[in-house]
T-cell receptor, first 115, second 114 residues
Framework: AQTVTQSQPEMSVQEAETVTLSCTYD???????LFWYKQPPSRQMILVIR??????QNATENRFSVNFQKAAKSFSLKISDSQLGDAAMYFC????????????FGTGTSLTVIP | GAGVSQSPRYKVAKRGQDVALRCDPI?????LFWYQQALGQGPEFLTY????????KSGLPSDRFFAERPEGSVSTLKIQRTQQEDSAVYLC????????????FGPGTRLLVL
């Protein structure tokens, strides 16, 4: 079974600084998607960024970028120029392309942004 | 249309009561998922629909849990004879059949069983 591991239960960052959230996963599939979702206290899960495993180029979305290391099965999220609104739980998620449709989530990282 | 909606947002039930949680996916989204999120945990898969067909219910924790999507749009997750361990946030997500594999989540229903 696929597993997703987030080894940092809590992280903090100074406003305007950069922080990296870690995620590793285990799969025997070769084709899959990886996601980072943000869940503020209101509990609405919001997509932050998505990476397709067959693409070598790391995805970027404005201040958010990933470091995707397929061989190491690592998928970290970098948040640059952190803002107060970035404070939330961040979940890493995996979805196989061809076998099933469900997402497998990590246990989350709670990010605090310090003014 | 608008995003995924869920109702009620909060539900308090006495142990042994039946509850029904509703999910209204994004219009046109063929695929619909239910997840259970315990406090401090990531969401865990319960069940998956493609249109009205329930293609995967492997995550349902017991036969007290039942989900349906009779017309391929709105879905209902029913929990019979609720137990305290059923207390969690129940998330619904949807996505179109093709193209974008991103799941779009609703705000969730927080269920508290006393």
């Amino acid at each position: 079974a696929q597993t997703v591991t987030q080894s940092q239960p809590e992280m903090s960052v100074q406003e305007a600084e950069t922080v990296t959230l870690s995620c590793t996963y285990d799969t025997s599939e070769s084709d899959y998607y990886l996601f980072w979702y943000k869940q503020p206290p209101s509990r609405q899960m919001i997509l932050v960024i998505r990476q397709e495993a067959y693409k070598q180029q790391n995805a970027t979305e404005n201040r958010f970028s990933v470091n995707f290391q397929k061989a190491a099965k690592s998928f970290s999220l970098k948040i640059s120029d952190s803002q107060l609104g970035d404070a939330a739980m961040y979940f890493c998620a995996y979805r196989a392309t061809n076998t099933g449709n469900q997402f497998y989530f990590g246990t989350g990282t709670s990010l605090t942004v310090i003014p | 249309g608008a995003g995924v909606s869920q109702s009620p947002r909060y539900k308090v039930a006495k142990r042994g009561q039946d509850v029904a949680l509703r999910c209204d996916p994004i219009s046109g989204h063929v695929s619909l998922f239910w997840y259970q999120q315990a406090l401090g945990q990531g969401p865990e898969f319960l069940t998956y629909f493609q249109n009205e067909a329930q293609l995967d219910k492997s995550g349902l924790p017991s036969d007290r849990f039942f989900a349906e999507r009779p017309e391929g749009s709105v879905s209902t997750l029913k929990i019979q004879r609720t137990q305290q361990e059923d207390s969690a946030v129940y998330l619904c997500a949807s996505h179109p059949l093709e193209g974008d594999k991103t799941q779009y989540f609703g705000p969730g229903t927080r269920l508290l069983v006393l």
